[in-house]
């Protein structure tokens, strides 16, 4: 582990030991690729909105990611920030006069991020999972399968996902507490 995901494992307290280990375990011994392990810690970082685990998250990623990749992680973050909210109330709304009008809401990133195309979409299924979005969930299963990618793989993306909104979560109490 380097000085981001030492700082981040040590601002976490005593009783999210699991958290700490679990931390360790899914970025640091991750069966992903370093792009999507890293791509993927960072969007959810983002997704989950901590200032320490964004930035301690962010400062190892750039080793891994590069600016490129840095600016596309937090581009799937962005970009799933407003659709995710949008297709879940569509489906929640659970009428089809919703279903069958067009979202007219430029996603241009998706196109062209900049990165691989199936890691920029696990990056942002680990985004919709932190964000609750069924529908974009399994949208995005759905591609990266399509994309050749196996159920361990996004098992891996969900893991990674569930463990740094932990971390948010358990830091966001602890500032709240103090």
Known sequence: MTMGLDALTAALPAYATDIRLNLG????????????????????AVAARNPVVLREIAAEALGH???????????????MAMTNIYYRAKHLLDDERYASMPARLRMQIVARPGVDKGDFKLWCLAVSTINDCD????????????KGFTPEQVHEALRIAAVVHAAAVTLDAEAALA
């Open 65 to 79: 990611l590069g600016p490129e990749g840095v600016e596309a992680a937090k581009g799937a973050a962005a970009i």
């Open 135 to 146: 529908v974009c969930v399994r949208s995005h299963e759905k591609t990266l399968r399509d």
């Open 25 to 44: 375990s899914t970025l640091g011994a991750s069966t992903l690729t370093p792009t999507q392990t890293w791509g993927t810690a960072l969007a959810s």
